[in-house]
């Protein structure tokens, strides 16, 4: 069964760091693409981060660049987002899906969603 | 900044047709885009629906379907079940620095 379990979530201060993790099962995981995406409580998705099977290509949203850096080691299948400088409006459900497939540039969505893990920024 | 819009609401009866749409601030949606559509319950995670326009996941119900209308993507719901009531978002691949947008969702209400 293809599965994706998110972990790391919790209660943080402002300023401080998290690194959530994502561990992926019944796929050939370093063949994909995966994506961070979050949901602020109430609100609607938001796509957060992209990253390469190989780890060689990474995306991030404007409004999180140079506080996040997405990673992963393909060996323990695993797929990581370090946050960092977090703020109450990160605070948000976030989640690790698969990328369904790309070619030539283009990837044609998203699949396979975890759970999520719940951020909660305060003080 | 591409911004997708969605309708932000919409009710249906049961048994009906309904159909939902995405549009993107930089012109016509078209299968370029590769348009994703999923379905969110309270307390769950999103689960996808259609991809890359009009192509179901194999758990996707054959009551929903995927296309292009108007210079926008559309979900359809044929024979609404009460169960399908849910918020609705659609996913627009454009790749670049900023690859994914999601549509702002359509809370779907089956009255």
């Known amino acids: 069964e293809v599965q994706l379990v998110e972990s790391g979530g919790g209660l943080v201060k402002p300023g401080g760091s998290l690194r959530l993790s994502c561990a992926a099962s019944?796929?050939?995981?370093?063949?994909?693409?995966m994506n961070w995406v979050r949901q602020a409580p109430g609100k609607g998705l938001e796509w957060v981060s992209s990253i390469s099977g190989s780890g060689s290509d990474k995306y991030y949203a404007d409004s999180l660049k140079g506080r996040i850096t997405i990673s992963r080691d393909n060996a323990k299948r695993a797929l990581y987002l370090q946050m960092n400088s977090l703020r109450a409006e990160d605070t948000a459900v976030y989640y690790c899906a698969r990328v369904l497939g790309c070619r030539t540039g283009s990837c044609y969505g998203l699949d396979v969603w975890g759970q999520g893990t719940t951020v909660t920024v305060s003080s | 900044q591409t911004v997708v819009t969605q309708e932000p609401s919409l009710t249906v009866s049961p048994g009906g047709t309904v159909t939902l749409t995405c549009a993107s601030s930089t012109g016509a949606v078209t299968s370029g885009y590769f348009p994703n559509w999923f379905q969110q319950k309270p307390g769950q995670a999103p689960r996808a629906l259609i991809y890359s326009t009009t192509n179901k996941h194999s758990w996707t119900p054959a009551r929903f379907s995927g296309s292009l209308l108007g210079g926008k993507a559309a979900l359809t719901l044929s024979g609404v079940q009460p169960e399908d009531e849910a918020e609705y978002y659609c996913l627009l691949y454009s790749g670049g620095a900023q690859p994914w947008v999601f549509g702002g969702g359509t809370k779907l209400t089956v009255l």
């Open positions: 019944g796929f050939i995981f370093s063949t994909y693409n």
